[in-house]
């Protein structure tokens, strides 16, 4: 569509990931030029085929998915089986996929696209350990202007963390490269848990999914019964959080959410919060602000506006 915001997902699926990418490939409003996957919640192998996959179950085997970093900058690979099950994507049987991943680097790709582009073109939309990302932007510094915005799932602040006591996943996973993009001057809007966590795949919700009756949404209900039971054993609720989708829809429907601009530090040096997001939400130091943190979300709004466009796929 023209006048659709141009976006590339960078992605670690994972069932919250994956519902991330339905969303974006079945909204007119997003233009995905590509799929780069990142290792994180499972290994590269099984990240880069689900991304295949759920572009093939969107119906969109047309979509570019490249793989990129297979481990952190710094840091051994910390995984996430035990939420997202072996494959990253357990739940629903998914065929595999017909489609080729491209040849090129996923940080090759980023870093071509992104000079072909006009400047403030492309918003990356980073849902996993932002590897990938740091390398595009040590590898072509000149990048960093041309990105109109980056908007990632990472971080926590007043809910704590989810591997830690202190961290969030994605960024403790890779604190180094979450540290140069914090600190790379391009606009950040960043979904942390204290807003993810308010977005949580009730038994109704997960049941609107299913009650679609197409092949997308009975596949996104099985794979929230199955990385839903985790969480729900840990907080104690009524579905787990929905955290990767909240990128997307915000780029579709910003009113959903608020925020506010902060400074965000990335602890690197202790080994109890290592990976922490140090959010000055009440600004109590003169530190820059280099991000839009968003805190608050309208659950009903953006289920709806899922369930909406999962019932546009096939
Ligand atoms: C993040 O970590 C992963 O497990 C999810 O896919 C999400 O991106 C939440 O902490
Ligand atoms: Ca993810």
Redesign the pocket.
């Known amino acids: 569509m023209s006048g659709a915001r141009k976006i590339i997902i960078d992605t670690?699926p994972?069932q919250?990931?994956a519902v991330a990418i339905l969303l974006a490939l079945a909204s007119p409003e997003l233009d995905v030029v590509g799929i780069t996957a990142v290792a994180?919640?499972v290994p590269l192998s099984f990240t880069e085929k689900n991304a295949r996959k759920i572009c093939e179950l969107a119906g969109q085997p047309e979509t570019p998915v490249f793989a990129g970093a297979d481990r952190p900058l710094e840091r051994k690979l910390v995984t996430?089986e035990h939420?997202?099950g072996k494959t990253g994507l357990d739940g629903p049987e998914l065929p595999e996929p017909a489609m080729q991943l491209q040849d090129r680097h996923a940080v090759d790709f980023i870093v071509e696209t992104l000079m072909a582009a006009e400047p403030g073109e492309i918003t990356l939309c980073p849902?996993?350990p932002l590897t990938n990302i740091a390398l595009a932007l040590r590898k072509e510094p000149a990048i960093a202007p041309r990105i109109r915005e980056i908007v990632l799932?990472g971080g926590g602040f007043f809910e704590g963390g989810?591997i830690t006591p202190t961290a969030?996943?994605?960024i403790y996973v890779d604190p180094e490269a979450a540290d140069i993009v914090f600190r790379s001057g391009i606009p950040v809007t960043m979904m942390p848990?204290d807003v993810t966590h308010k977005a949580l795949s009730r038994a109704t919700r997960v049941e609107a999914f299913r009650d679609i009756g197409n092949r997308a949404g009975t596949a996104v209900s099985e794979m929230l019964s199955f990385s839903e039971r985790f969480d729900e054993e840990k907080y104690g609720t009524d579905g787990g959080p929905l955290?990767?989708p909240c990128v997307i829809a915000w780029l579709i429907r910003p009113e959903l959410f608020s925020g506010r601009d902060c400074n965000v530090a990335i602890e690197l040096k202790s080994e109890l919060t290592l990976g922490m997001t140090v959010i000055d939400w009440w600004q109590v130091t003169s530190r820059p602000h280099n991000a839009h943190v968003v805190r608050d979300i309208d659950a009903d709004g953006f289920f709806a506006l899922l369930t909406e466009r999962l019932a546009k796929l096939p």
């Open positions: 670690d994972g919250d990931d994180g919640n996430a939420v997202h849902l996993g799932m989810n969030e996943f994605n848990l955290h990767d």
